[in-house]
């Protein structure tokens, strides 16, 4: 819970000050970088067409809904440094300019209205997107929005299809609609066979106590709400707790009710959580990576190719896309949350007893391992078009081989084995080393806390990559921390909204 209201604003302008008083740092960085590009070719990305093929070297226009975050942003990068024309879009809230749109990548930039903004403007939302893929002569539209228009992305789909020459990298709206509520996913699950927690969908107070009655001695679960809600989204109680009365309490406080259900969900032992990125085109598992995974997910390291845990999330997600009811009509992104637990490999081959806990049919932020120019990168991009069909044949194939082409098709495309971890400077300036520091003075926290944070601090800034900043393409990275971060942060306290997290990679405040 967010505190008094001097404390809110104590905090608010103190980021806000924080900002102003690394600006002159900032400023001096980003017009270095520009300089140096106008003068020497080192830091220029050299774009180029693709391969050889007559097909293949064609020049294709994208667009990338979502640029104003992380995963948008390093997607756009990908397809401009292949030598494709980029186009980009996203929502501008808080009176916020989005900071992908002054990205060097992007040959145009336009701006969407939000479908939850009002009742109807779903409408409005698919009408801009098909306005833009006509005047901008957009042969694939790679969707990266937010969970907050899923849905409406897939809706959008369907009828950018059917209307245009434009393919898609978005599901439909009867596979997003299933993947995207917990409820279904899990019941998807259930029919393949693939190892799930204990999970039930409860409706009531009432419910959640039945489902805690019949439960096996020691059982723990975890109340997750279905739809949005910041609010509760972190809040991680095992219940039961240590008696009835309390939690009953504890139940009686939540939100649930018939049109607001919840599920509870068995908690896994062993605290290890992991998430995975993967492009699917028409049934085919193209790109994959997994990684460690948080809560609030701000650190991006991808877990080696040998290791158990990453073959068997990879044989997971192949087999949830191989049983689906149509593979084949499956394009689009694919992410799975996972819980792993110690123990012997269960019957169905999964090490490690990993358990499925979430799906969310978009693209992830851990797309971003791939952003490091190579043979990885172009491979990527080549997945993607290969959504695209010329005289009924894929554009290209895809793989971590080589040839006369470069990677052959059939391959599976994974970031590079020397691919660097990603953090995001804002949030670790903040997290582990001012905030840590502050504790200290305060005398809530010992000095072995304190070093070991700000040791972890400079480990990132010196031995890892910041998620956005890139020095041929600086000012994304500047208008984020300078101007979207700072104008959403007075807006907030403006109107007068409590907020309790903020995730600068997706640039998503987390209300309370």
């Known amino acids: 819970m967010a505190g008094p209201p001097w404390k809110d604003t104590v905090r608010c302008f103190s980021l ?4 102003l008083l690394i600006l002159p740092f900032s400023s001096i960085v980003a017009c270095s970088c520009i300089l140096i590009l106008r003068v020497t070719p080192y830091l220029q990305p ?30 756009a990068r990908s397809f401009h440094l292949s030598g494709h024309r980029v186009i980009g879009a996203d929502f501008e809230t808080h009176n916020a300019p989005c900071s992908g749109r002054f990205s060097r990548s992007l040959s145009a930039f336009y701006r969407l ?17 098909n306005q833009i893929i006509n005047a901008e002569r957009v042969d694939l539209w790679v969707s990266c929005s ?24 978005q599901f439909d709206v009867q596979t997003t609609s299933t993947l995207h509520e917990k409820a279904s996913f899990m019941e998807e699950c259930k029919r393949i066979g693939l190892p799930i927690p204990e999970t039930h969908e409860v409706r009531s107070p009432r419910d959640v106590l039945r489902v805690l009655s019949k439960a096996k001695s020691k059982q723990k679960f975890i109340l997750k709400p279905v739809g949005m809600d910041d609010r509760n989204r972190g809040n991680m109680t095992l219940l039961p707790l240590p008696s009835d009365m309390k939690t009953k309490e504890h139940i009686s406080q939540l939100p649930i009710s018939k049109s607001n259900p919840w599920i509870l969900q068995q908690f896994i032992p062993g605290g ?23 809560e609030l997910l701000m650190h991006y390291k991808a877990l080696p190719h040998d290791s158990a ?23 689009g ?16 081959g999964f090490a490690k007893n990993i358990y499925a806990i979430e799906c969310n049919p978009r693209a992830h932020t851990a797309v971003v391992l791939f952003a ?45 084995g020397n691919s660097l971890p990603r953090y995001w400077i804002g949030h670790d300036l903040v997290s582990l080393f001012l905030h840590p520091i502050l504790r200290w003075v305060q005398g809530l926290t010992d000095f072995r806390h304190v070093r070991a944070a700000v040791l972890g601090f400079f480990t990132h800034v010196f031995f890892w990559k910041e998620g956005t900043f890139e020095a041929w393409d600086p000012l994304p990275a500047f208008y984020l921390y300078h101007v979207v971060w700072p104008l959403t942060i007075l807006s907030a306290w403006w109107k007068n909204q409590q907020w309790s997290r903020i995730n600068v990679s997706t640039t998503k405040m987390f209300t309370c």
């Open 272 to 294: 290890e959580e992991y998430c995975t990125h993967a492009l699917v085109v028409r049934g085919e598992v193209k790109c994959f990576v997994a990684c460690p995974s948080a």
């Open 46 to 75: 050299h774009t180029q067409p693709q391969d050889g093929h007559p097909n293949e070297a064609r020049r294709r226009t994208i667009l990338v809904t979502g640029v104003g975050m992380a995963k948008g942003l390093t997607l």
């Open 309 to 331: 845990l990453w073959k068997s999330m990879l044989a997971f997600t192949i087999e949830f896309v191989q049983n689906a009811p149509r593979p084949e009509a499956m394009t």
């Open 146 to 169: 937010g969970v907050a228009s899923a849905v409406e992305d897939a809706q959008a789909k369907e009828i950018i299809e059917q209307n245009t020459r434009c393919k898609c990298i």
């Open 16 to 19: 806000v000050f924080l900002s």
């Open 113 to 129: 209205p939000k479908p939850s903004a009002n009742q109807g403007n779903e409408k409005s939302y698919t009408e801009s997107l």
């Open 372 to 416: 490091q120019r190579g043979s990885e990168m172009e491979a990527m991009v080549r997945a993607y078009l290969s959504a695209l069909k010329v005289d009924g044949k894929e554009t290209a194939g895809v793989v971590n081989g080589t040839g006369p082409a470069g990677p052959l098709k059939g391959s599976l495309v994974t970031p590079p």
């Open 333 to 348: 992104h694919l992410s799975f949350d996972f819980m792993a637990s110690e123990g012997t490999p269960s019957q169905n």
